[in-house]
């Protein structure tokens, strides 16, 4: 099926606007606008270009391998494959973990979050923020925050370099470490190591929490303007703690639809594919997941965030419970369903990390040597967590050689395929529908792809300097209008 | 009055037997190596321990020391010709370090590491390999084998079983296992056999271990091959 604007219905005679590739997210995307003479919005589609193949070259390896192997997808994330990943393999094995060993799974996972949601916020979003969706582009980016807000900056990297320690000192380095193997972790925390990161945590609580403060703030300037941006309504979906708290690392699957009503709750994650189905469209290498009880057309969901602190009933760290509380007041103590209220649900996120860590650091389990364990075999596993853009499937079969025969990835980006593209042509409705193109008008389809953090392929990425291309061409196929960016950030027509 | 070569200018003692590779290694001189390991045999096919005795270029693991004898090892000529040679191993099979469960306790890569390999230089062959999982305990995965023959010298002289050999010529040379269907978990081959532990890359795994020495505790985290080697420990302890 398709959805309103997806497919124009007399696409040759229409002119073809691209944004290749959109700027500051993680991996490679573009997106194609169809217009007619009037500049009238006929198609949006927001496309992911990349094709990796992780499901299939896995086939054949030992099924010890896959928690290092397939964090390779990501360089911003990877903790989260490589929990995922363990966790399925934890089933594979028959593992119930040890306190020290999930204990120190948490940690890492907290680190993980904490770090790509600072280098969300500050490094990628920030700079629309701050200083306009349609600023001035040559300082509409990272450096341009640290020449005019230069504390803002500083706590940004310091707050994601805190999460890469935590990271470093769990997994063995800052990126794509070994720390989680099949049945438990491979070390635990020396007490020079507890040490050195308690050292720091009360500053990054404040700083987090100086960083929820300044989201509020700038979302409660114009609360009418960043609730209507993209707006539209959809279900949400994530992992829940059996008392209903949010949870990262581990849970059941809370859905609840555009009413708030649960579609599902507390389901065990292990029979996934009962409840959750993909669907393949010929213009995207990303498929399209939606939930199997509503249908292709209504079954499609929000995850990350957003979906998170909406869905949970509660935070189970003080200072971001409070936070929680004030953003559901916002509106009226029902799901918000702005989009970019993920901005400010991914910070309060990066809060209860900070406090999530303080916590555990003051937990001697950490320093335990009880790390692994296993029990009765089985052929086939299941992981799932909340990664920080959302709910990560891993999902593997092995044989009896113990090689993995089969695998499927749905990664959170995936999850909110359709919801991104709901954002886009909402956006282009807004903003763009008939008006002369700008790069300013443009860069507000991307504002709303940003909102969801997007790790469109994810190992490479690239901040503010990608070179952009963007051709408006007429009916006849002549171009009328051209923006280029090159590699080094310079605009030109 | 000992015997003595000299080593790049150095004079080391040895005793009658011993090779210019023993003796260097007994003197704490390393002379990078791969298909070397004191327990065995020498074999002399790897060429990396390629060093220039009086003007003519030996095999330091196979040439007898003799008495007064020049050796030129570390000269920039020589690390170059054996960074290429190291180089041609990586592109001939599929070394993907960042997933190798041997990284970091890998002889391959130590000495890749040892002699300045920033790239393969080489266009890959991605050649097709087979992998073998049929063993209860052992995985064999021949993407990473470099027929250094020293699960072949292990098997056959210390486990008396014959299971390894090699097949085919050339760039057709391949590791080969001995049962009647080729399958490694058709053999005698046993989990606690010396050539199970021998294999200085990571072509034989042994099963359900992967990862499990953190980041910090490997072997080379912390300390070179050439400083490894000469500290004591011998050529292909991997356990």
């Not at chain 1, 213009?283 to 057309?297: D, N, T, V």
């Not at chain 2, 760039?171 to 399958?183: D, E, F, K, Q």
Request: glycine content about 8%; proline content about 4%.
């Amino acid at each position: 099926m398709t959805f309103e604007l997806e497919t124009a219905a007399n696409p040759e005679n229409l002119k073809r606007v691209v944004i290749e590739p959109v700027t500051r997210v993680e991996g490679h995307g573009k997106v194609t606008l169809l217009l007619d003479e009037d500049n009238r919005i006929h198609q949006a589609r927001f496309h992911i270009v990349e094709f990796r193949g992780f499901e299939k070259f896995i086939q054949g390896r030992p099924y010890t391998e896959v928690p290092v192997l397939v964090q390779r997808l990501c360089g911003i994330c990877p903790v989260s494959h490589h929990l995922a990943a363990s966790k399925a393999m934890d089933m594979i094995i028959g593992a119930q973990l040890t306190p020290s060993a999930e204990k120190l799974r948490r940690l890492m996972h907290f680190g993980q979050v904490m770090q790509s949601h600072a280098l969300h916020f500050f490094y990628l979003a920030s700079p629309d923020l701050l200083f306009g969706f349609d600023s001035e582009i040559a300082t509409r980016n990272i450096v341009g925050v640290a020449a005019a807000y230069p504390e803002i900056a500083r706590q940004g990297v310091a707050l994601r370099k805190y999460g890469q320690e935590v990271i470093r000192l769990t997994a063995g380095k800052r990126i794509h470490g070994t720390g989680a193997i099949p049945g438990g972790v491979n070390k635990n925390l020396t007490l020079a190591e507890r040490d050195f990161l308690l050292k720091d945590i009360e500053q990054m609580i404040v700083w987090s929490q100086g960083a929820v403060d300044l989201i509020k703030k700038i979302y409660c300037e114009r609360p009418e303007f960043h609730n209507g941006f993209g707006y539209y309504r959809s279900s949400f979906m994530s992992l829940v703690r059996p008392d209903g708290a949010l949870d990262l690392y581990h849970g059941g699957l809370r859905a609840r639809d555009e009413h708030d009503q649960d579609i599902f709750d507390h389901l065990d994650y292990g029979h996934y594919w009962d409840y959750v189905h993909e669907e393949v469209k010929p213009w995207s290498y990303m498929k399209f997941p939606f939930i199997r009880s509503r249908g292709r057309e209504e079954g499609w969901y929000r995850v990350g965030p957003l979906a998170r602190v909406n869905n949970c009933d509660f935070i189970p760290t003080p200072l971001a419970e409070v936070e929680r509380r004030i953003f559901k007041a916002f509106d009226g103590g029902s799901a918000t369903q702005a989009t970019l209220a993920y901005h400010w649900t991914r910070m309060i996120e990066m809060l209860h990390c900070a406090e999530g860590i303080q916590d555990l650091l003051h937990d001697d389990d950490l320093l335990g040597d009880d790390l692994l364990s296993q029990g009765e075999r089985a052929l086939r596993g299941v992981g799932v967590i909340e990664a920080p853009r959302g709910t990560l499937i891993h999902h593997y079969r092995i044989n009896e050689d113990e090689q993995i025969v089969r695998a499927n990835l749905i990664v959170s980006t995936t999850h909110n395929n359709q919801a991104m593209n709901e954002a886009v042509r909402q956006v282009a409705l807004q903003y763009l529908d008939g008006k002369e193109l700008t790069e300013g008008l443009l860069n507000h389809i991307e504002v709303a792809i940003r909102a969801f953090d997007p790790c469109l392929s994810c190992a490479t990425h690239a901040v503010g300097k990608m070179p952009l291309e963007v051709e408006l061409i007429d009916a006849e196929g002549k171009e009328i209008d051209r923006l280029v960016r090159n590699s080094s950030g310079a605009c030109g027509v | 009055m000992s015997k003595t070569i000299t080593i790049d200018g150095t004079k080391i003692s040895f005793t009658e037997g011993q090779t210019i590779m023993d003796a260097a290694l007994a003197a704490k001189v390393y002379i990078p190596h791969l298909c070397h390991n004191p327990e065995f045999k020498p074999h002399g096919s790897c060429k990396l321990c390629t060093v220039n005795v009086n003007g003519r270029a030996v095999s330091a693991c196979t040439m007898p020391a003799s008495d007064g004898m020049e050796v030129e090892n570390k000269t920039e000529t020589l690390d170059n010709e054996r960074r290429a040679i190291v180089q041609m191993l990586f592109v001939e099979g599929n070394h993907l370090c960042p997933t190798c469960e041997k990284s970091g306790n890998c002889q391959l890569q130590a000495v890749a590491y040892c002699l300045g390999m920033m790239t393969p230089h080489y266009n890959h062959f991605y050649p097709p390999r087979e992998i073998d999982a049929s063993h209860p305990d052992v995985f064999l995965d021949r993407n990473r084998c470099i027929l250094c023959e020293l699960c072949v010298r292990a098997s056959r002289d210390v486990d008396g079983k014959n299971v390894f050999g090699l097949s085919g010529r050339g760039i057709g040379s391949r590791l080969v296992v001995n049962s009647a269907s080729g399958r490694l978990g058709d053999s005698t081959f046993a989990v606690t056999d010396r050539a199970a532990k021998v294999c200085p890359t990571g072509a034989i795994l042994i099963k359900r271990q992967g990862f499990s020495v953190p980041i910090g505790s490997r072997i080379y985290d912390h300390k070179p091959i050439c400083q490894v080697e000469t500290e004591g420990k011998s050529g292909g302890e991997h356990e």
